[in-house]
C-alpha cells in the first residue's frame, strides 16, 4: 500500500547551522532537570560551612541555620499540600490545620503516653488522620462553596477545642505536650543530629513535590483541574464531583498529617499553635504568595514566609530597632505587621504570585525593548 504524495512548498533555506539533533535543546534539559539540581544542592548544604551575612547569624550549615531551613522545608511541603486543595482543586477549606494537629499530637501523644517506636507512632498517627479527613470530608464536601469552607471551619474549631481542653491528660492544655526524647532513636536527639532532621524535612518535601507532581499528570489530576474551573461539566461527561473532591481532600489531609511527624521532631514537641486556624490561614496565605495552582509556587511561598517570619522575629527584637523613634519602632517589631506589608505588595505588583514572577518580568522587557525597523525600499 503506497502513500499519496502531495506536493510540498519550497521555502527559502535557512543559513547554514549546526544540525538538529533531535533531542531537547539547552534550555529545555535545564527546564526539565533543575528540580533534581536543587534537591541535589539542598541535600548537600550541609557539608558547606560558607556564611552568608544578613541571611543566618553563622555558617549556613550550624544547627541553627540547619533548623530554621529545616522549618522551611516542612511549611513549604505543608503549603504545596494545601495547593492540592485550593489552587489545584478550587477547595477552600479553612480546617486545614486540624490535620496537621492531628500527625502532631497522635504522633506524640503515641511516643510519650504510650511509649510506642518513632516509625509505629507516626504511621498509625497518619493513618488516623487520613481516616478522620475522609470521614470529615465525606460530611462537608456534601455542600459547596462558602459553605464548605464554614463547615471545615467549624471542624477545625472543634479539634482546637478538644486540645486547649486536654482530655483524659493527653494533650497537655494550653502547655502544649513535650516529646520524651527516650522514645526517639539517637540519631534524632540532640543538636548535634540537627542535620538528620534536616534531611528529613528535605525528603518530605520531596515526597510532596513527586506525589503532587504524579496526580497533575494523572486523569485524576486534570479531573481535579476541571472541578476547579468548572464542576458541572465534570459531570456532563459523567464523572462523580463528589468522589474526586474526597480524594484530593483526603491526600491532601494524608500530606499535611505527615508533615506534622516532622514538624514534631523538629519543635520537639506539640502546641495548642497547631490546631488553631490562623495556621490554616497562614497556608492559604503561602499559596497565594508563590502562586496557587503552579508547580513550585507555594513552595516557594512556604520557604519565603517561614524565613521572613523567623528572621522578622529577630529583628524585631534587635538594637537597630529599639533604637528607632517610637512611630517606627512600634509597627517593625511586630513580624505579622511587616509580613502583612510585603504580602500586600506582592499580591499587588505581582498577582500570579512568585511562579508567575518570570514571565511578567519577561513581558515587561519586551515592552520595553525597541522593536527593530525595517529599511525602506527605494521605488
Not at 500500500?1 to 543559513?15: D, F, I, L, N, R
Not at 512600634?330 to 498577582?351: K, N
Request: hydrophobic content about 50%; proline content about 7%; glycine content about 14%.
Amino acid at each position: 500500500m503506497t502513500a499519496t504524495q502531495t506536493p510540498v512548498a519550497h521555502t527559502p533555506e535557512k543559513p547554514a547551522g549546526p544540525p538538529a539533533a533531535g533531542g531537547p535543546t539547552g534550555f529545555a534539559l535545564v527546564k526539565r532537570f533543575w528540580p533534581v539540581a536543587a534537591f541535589v544542592l539542598l541535600a548537600v548544604l550541609p557539608y558547606s560551612g560558607i556564611t552568608i551575612p544578613g541571611l543566618f547569624d553563622g555558617p549556613i550549615n550550624s544547627p541553627g541555620a540547619l533548623q530554621v531551613l529545616a522549618l522551611c522545608l516542612v511549611f513549604g511541603g505543608l503549603a504545596a499540600g494545601y495547593d492540592l486543595l485550593f489552587g489545584r482543586t478550587g477547595l477552600l477549606s479553612f480546617g486545614h490545620a486540624l490535620y496537621f494537629a492531628l500527625g502532631v499530637y497522635g504522633t506524640d501523644i503515641l511516643i510519650t503516653k504510650y511509649g510506642y517506636p518513632l516509625p509505629l507512632a507516626a504511621l498509625l498517627a497518619v493513618l488516623f488522620a487520613t481516616t478522620v479527613a475522609t470521614a470529615l470530608g465525606a460530611v462537608a464536601l456534601r455542600v459547596h462553596g462558602i459553605a464548605f469552607s464554614m463547615v471545615t471551619l467549624a471542624f477545625g474549631q472543634v479539634g482546637a477545642i478538644l486540645v486547649a481542653r486536654d482530655p483524659g491528660g493527653l494533650t497537655g492544655g494550653e502547655e502544649g505536650l513535650s516529646l520524651d526524647a527516650s522514645g526517639l532513636p539517637d540519631a534524632l536527639v540532640g543538636v548535634v543530629n540537627t542535620v538528620n532532621l534536616y534531611w528529613i524535612a528535605l525528603a518530605y518535601l520531596g515526597l510532596v513535590v513527586v506525589v503532587l507532581h504524579r496526580v497533575a499528570q494523572s486523569p485524576t489530576g486534570r479531573v481535579f483541574a476541571g472541578l476547579r474551573d468548572d464542576e458541572r461539566r465534570i459531570g456532563v461527561l459523567g464523572l462523580d464531583p463528589y468522589r474526586f473532591k474526597l480524594v484530593s481532600f483526603t491526600l491532601s489531609s494524608a500530606l499535611a498529617a505527615l508533615g506534622g511527624v516532622v514538624y514534631l521532631l523538629l519543635a520537639a514537641g506539640a502546641s495548642p499553635h497547631v490546631a488553631s486556624s490562623d495556621l490554616t490561614l497562614t497556608l492559604l496565605v503561602m499559596v497565594v504568595l508563590g502562586g496557587p495552582g503552579t508547580r513550585f509556587g507555594p513552595v516557594l511561598g512556604g520557604v519565603l514566609f517561614t524565613y521572613l517570619d523567623h528572621r522578622l522575629t529577630d529583628f524585631g527584637a534587635s538594637d537597630a530597632v529599639d533604637s528607632l523613634p517610637g512611630v517606627l519602632a512600634g509597627p517593625l517589631s511586630q513580624p505579622l505587621f511587616v509580613l502583612g506589608t510585603i504580602f500586600i505588595l506582592a499580591v499587588y505588583f505581582f498577582p500570579g504570585g512568585l511562579a508567575g514572577l518570570g514571565s511578567r518580568l519577561t513581558a515587561l522587557r519586551r515592552a520595553v525593548t525597541p522593536r527593530p525597523t525595517l529599511p525602506r525600499r527605494n521605488s
